[in-house]
């Protein structure tokens, strides 16, 4: 029976109204739906035990009917749930303990299958590892599929419809649904991946001929998400450069090479060839998109002041929007400073300003007076005009929603933009995210930065470390230590943040000891790092709400309370806390799990923040994004750009070409492609950037 793409699921057979509206839970209204309902797991049952051959010591999958079961107490309290199998060579118990729950799940005649090693305990017992239900007492056995053998499909379930529930629709409607795929994605671009057809993809996924059969398939589906992604990133570029021409700027090197001149450092190489690559964007002609990514230390913000001056000196305003007030204080004091030699007050708009200063301020930005312009969310309110806005420097870019950052750049007339962000992010995963900007990177730090040395301690050494920092603090350097957790736990056994800030005060007085959290009121957080900023306080107990913060230069030692709750790339970002002055710095790891060692081991021996990325997603995964979806964001179902490098690399190529013949994807031929983007994301190709 032949079936359509965009048919409801409900007039499947085996479905109805009822199953209908549960598999709407799970998003699945369509045949299409259904197809990319993929299973989360697989079940290796391609060489079935039979149960009499079960001996102990080996590790099985073996199949049988529920003959029995009970809930077993033990001396020790320990509530075990066991359930003899019976299949047609003899009966084998299985042992859950400590999963008593079962008893409601596991029922007597149903046919099981369990897999996990067989050991001795007065007889021959399995202790699963995992099990799934076959078949109800009475339905038809499905245990016949296992003669041949069979990788069985776990799909993800919901309430009233079981993952045995919607194995049998996709297998009952497989061949039917698959023969309705259209392939869409270019044939080269599916042979140069190395990548099957997509009808065989499917069969692959839903129905593998052999273990790991179903990995060449996902890489398929993989492959038309990503492509997807990049067409859409990539006519997001086309548009933003092209559709509205940007400002005109020559290069006339009044202000940029008097600030050269007076600078009290020496750029750095990278410093030097970021700033080449934004003057070429800017005396294009064509708008500005780009990204500039260093770690912390690395000099973006002398980087950007030198493309808001190249744009001051051309007549137009720019202006730098920071996420937090204490970010737009700190910003503003470096530009000030570097800024004083060149005779150009930074004006500085934040909303903690009385209604009067911030009226003001505001006349004189839209009177044109104001051409360097630091400010908060206060920049983009409606009150606020610009005279001739050419240039918005936007930082930790991520921390402002996609509106927040279309509202300040609306304020002028197509102005260039250029994204800061300290966060060190892998090519492959740069491309996926920033696939629409052009992208610069800063790794060399500027002479004269401290090292930090790293070393990982056990709770054994707190003594040590205490003393340490009662030198340091005597010393007149400053301490920042850092916790997972704000408040104690009865079920979490962490050291947290409040209780220990008491503690430390106790411990290291006569030093001064300060306390910061994500549950204090913006103002009060700001005040007390402000008090640690200004040298008031010697010790800052914080959360990680000091990420991405101040810059302290006298802060020389950083303090981490179980790292093993943390990333690699969240340890790296808090140890770039220190070390931002001229002396020798210091991180500390307090960690007591074995387990985690190694991993610690590894951050300590590196400091490149492009490495630690690297590892951070080859150990912790992308997350949904990378943690950074926010309003017509995407989310990548079946890529994963630890392994599918190649394939980011190859879908970004063949969108730019796409794109370029056709920035519409209006022609004939790419019709299909179009409407697939448009079903797979909401906005379609309303576009997800701003610009």
Not at 292 to 305: P, S
Request: proline share 4%; glycine share 8%; with cysteine.
């Amino acid at each position: 029976m032949a079936v359509a793409f965009d048919q409801p699921v409900q007039f499947l057979k085996g479905v109805g109204p009822r199953r209908a509206e549960a598999f709407a839970r799970l998003g699945v209204r369509t045949v299409e739906d259904l197809l990319y309902h993929v299973p989360h797991r697989y079940l290796d049952a391609t060489t079935v035990t039979p149960i009499a051959k079960a001996d102990v010591g080996k590790d099985v999958a073996v199949v049988g009917h529920v003959v029995s079961k009970a809930v077993v107490p033990t001396r020790r309290r320990l509530r075990i749930f066991r359930a003899v199998l019976k299949d047609a060579s003899g009966v084998i118990e299985c042992a859950w303990p400590g999963q008593a729950f079962l008893d409601r799940v596991i029922k007597q005649g149903q046919l099981l299958l369990v897999t996990g090693p067989v050991k001795y305990y007065h007889g021959r017992q399995i202790v699963p590892r995992e099990q799934i239900v076959l078949a109800e007492e009475g339905e038809g056995a499905e245990a016949e599929a296992f003669g041949g053998g069979l990788v069985l499909p776990v799909y993800p379930a919901t309430e009233g419809l079981t993952h045995r529930q919607i194995r049998r629709v996709v297998a009952d409607h497989l061949d039917a649904m698959v023969g309705a795929v259209e392939d869409v994605t270019p044939p080269a671009l599916a042979r140069e991946a190395g990548v099957p057809g997509l009808r065989e993809a499917f069969s692959a996924i839903h129905r593998p001929s052999a273990p790991g059969a179903w990995e060449a398939g996902r890489r398929r589906l993989a492959l038309d998400e990503l492509l997807d992604l990049q067409l859409v990133v990539a006519r997001a570029r086309h548009l933003a450069k092209g559709a509205k021409k940007g400002p005109h700027f020559d290069v006339k090197r009044e202000l940029t090479t008097k600030l050269k001149h007076t600078l009290p450092f020496e750029l750095t190489a990278g410093q030097k060839r970021a700033m080449r690559e934004i003057t070429q964007d800017m005396v294009s002609g064509a708008r500005m998109h780009r990204l500039l990514m260093g770690e912390v230390g690395t000099g973006k913000t002398v980087v950007a002041l030198f493309a808001m001056l190249l744009a001051v000196e051309n007549g137009y305003q720019a202006v730098f929007m920071a996420p937090t007030e204490l970010l737009a204080e700190q910003h503003a004091h470096t530009l000030r400073e570097l800024l004083e030699a060149l005779d150009i007050q930074p004006e500085v708009l934040m909303g903690r300003l009385s209604a009067s200063e911030k009226a003001a301020i505001r006349v004189r930005i839209a009177g044109g007076g104001a051409r360097v312009i630091v400010g908060t969310h206060a920049l983009i309110q409606e009150t606020t005009d610009f005279s001739r806005l050419g240039l918005v420097v936007i930082d930790e870019q991520h921390r402002f929603g996609v509106e927040q950052r279309a509202a300040l750049i609306e304020k002028g007339e197509a102005p260039d933009v250029l994204l800061l962000s300290a966060t060190p992010i892998p090519r492959t995963l740069a491309l996926t995210l920033y696939g629409d900007l052009d992208i610069s990177v800063l790794k060399e730090k500027p002479k004269g930065r401290a090292t930090v040395k790293t070393g990982v301690r056990t709770s054994r050494d707190r003594g040590k470390i205490y003393g340490f920092l009662k030198e340091q603090g005597a010393a007149g350097r400053q301490v920042y230590v850092v916790y997972p957790v704000i408040e104690e736990s009865e079920r979490v056994d962490l050291k947290a943040a409040t209780t220990m800030a008491a503690e430390l005060e106790r411990t290291l007085a006569p030093l001064r000891v300060g306390l910061v959290h994500g549950r204090m009121k913006s103002e009060e957080r700001d005040a007390v790092m402000r008090r640690f900023r200004d040298g008031e306080l010697s010790v800052l107990v914080a959360t990680t709400v000091i990420e991405v913060g101040i810059d302290v230069p006298n802060a020389t030692v950083m303090v981490v309370e179980h790292p093993e709750r943390f990333g690699l790339a969240q340890l790296h970002q808090l140890r770039g806390r220190v070390g931002r002055g001229a002396e020798e710095s210091h991180c500390i790891l307090i960690c007591d799990q074995p387990a985690a060692m190694p991993r610690l081991k590894r951050l300590a021996r590196t400091s490149d923040g492009f490495k630690i990325a690297e590892m951070d997603l080859k150990e912790r995964g992308m997350g949904e994004l990378a943690g950074t979806r926010q309003a017509g964001g995407f989310h990548l179902r079946f890529a994963d750009l630890e392994t599918d490098g190649d394939l980011v690399v190859a879908a970004r190529r063949a969108a730019l070409d796409l794109i370029a013949r056709d920035p519409n994807l209006s022609g004939k031929q790419h019709a299909r492609l179009r409407s697939r983007i448009e079903r797979r994301y909401e906005r379609g190709m309303e576009l997800f950037r701003v610009g």
